[in-house]
């Protein structure tokens, strides 16, 4: 996918994100001040944070298009994954205050009865808002490979069973358990904090260079297999940057091609990983005489 479709995709994705979650921010406050309930004003906290950490994975993703230069001859990919861990940041501080607010309401017995209807209505609406944006972000994100735009869609994703707690809460605190709206803050507390892991994990490989599932190996492999003349790839790397990935790789060639023909088939390798693995921007190919000793070596050591 070239970079104009993605930097569409990525602009329609900001656009619904921002605008749900200035509608949910808005309501959830209103009607959590409005019906009492600490629940529902700390889901207004958490949509809040959400309208943070969207336009943050959209700057990451907008630099992670621009294009390679002399002091980032590969690009700027891993700037999603650095403004995924800025939103895992955000979301552990919110966390922590939810959390905190909900265990002082617990200890100093402050929790009260809520206006239950006000609470169910806004739980529903705000579970059908969030199944449709999480869905939307996260397909857009695969669509276009944005590692950030999938990351703040899986962080959408945790509002639903925020949505539900809260639903679930309202009836049983109206049922005289007035106890449980400062329990359920405590749920959504653990669950943004389960995200924010799940989120860090996610982007912490990226920035590392975590190697990538063995099928993808297999698949470079066969891919310069295909190529004839080739033999014996080996010592293949390959680095994701974010939304794309950089390969390099070593291939046995005949020892008495001459060199203007082993040039050409390491840009046939190259040529044809590009063409049938999208996600890969860069192949460097390394050209090795077959069967030497030092190959042999090489490949055990990788």
Not at 131 to 143: C, D, E, P
Not at 293 to 300: A, P, S
Request: proline fraction near 4%.
């Amino acid at each position: 996918m070239n970079d104009e479709l993605r930097e569409n995709g990525g602009n329609k994705a900001i656009v619904v994100a921002v605008a749900a979650n200035i509608f949910l921010t808005v309501f959830n406050l209103l009607v959590g001040f409005a019906s009492g309930s600490s629940a529902l004003i700390s889901e207004g906290a958490h949509t809040f944070t959400d309208i943070v950490t969207t336009v943050a994975a959209y700057i990451g993703f907008k630099l992670s298009l621009k294009p390679a230069d002399s002091e980032h001859p590969l690009g700027y990919g891993r700037a999603e994954a650095i403004s995924g861990l800025f939103i895992v940041l955000f979301l552990v501080i919110i966390a922590w205050e939810i959390l905190e607010k909900g265990f002082k309401q617990i200890y100093f017995h402050q929790a009260h009865p809520v206006t239950e209807s006000l609470v169910v209505a806004m739980a529903f609406i705000g579970i059908l808002v969030n199944f449709a944006v999480s869905t939307y972000l996260i397909r857009m994100g695969k669509k276009i490979q944005s590692p950030a735009i999938v990351a703040d869609g899986q962080h959408q994703r945790t509002d639903i069973f925020s949505s539900v707690a809260i639903l679930v809460g309202a009836v049983i605190t109206n049922m005289g358990y007035p106890i449980f709206d400062p329990i359920i803050s405590i749920v959504i507390g653990v669950l943004i904090l389960k995200t924010a892991v799940k989120l860090f994990i996610a982007n912490f490989n990226y920035i590392i260079g975590k190697v990538p599932s063995q099928d993808f190996i297999l698949e470079i492999k066969n891919i310069a297999l295909s190529i004839p003349q080739v033999h014996n790839p080996h010592d293949i790397k390959v680095d994701y940057m974010g939304n794309y990935a950089v390969v390099s790789l070593h291939v046995e060639l005949d020892e008495n091609l001459i060199l203007r023909e082993s040039h050409r088939i390491a840009h046939e390798v190259q040529d044809k990983i590009l063409l049938e693995k999208p996600e890969v921007r860069y192949v460097i190919v390394h050209t090795c005489p077959l069967n030497s000793k030092y190959n042999h070596e090489q490949r055990m050591k990788s």
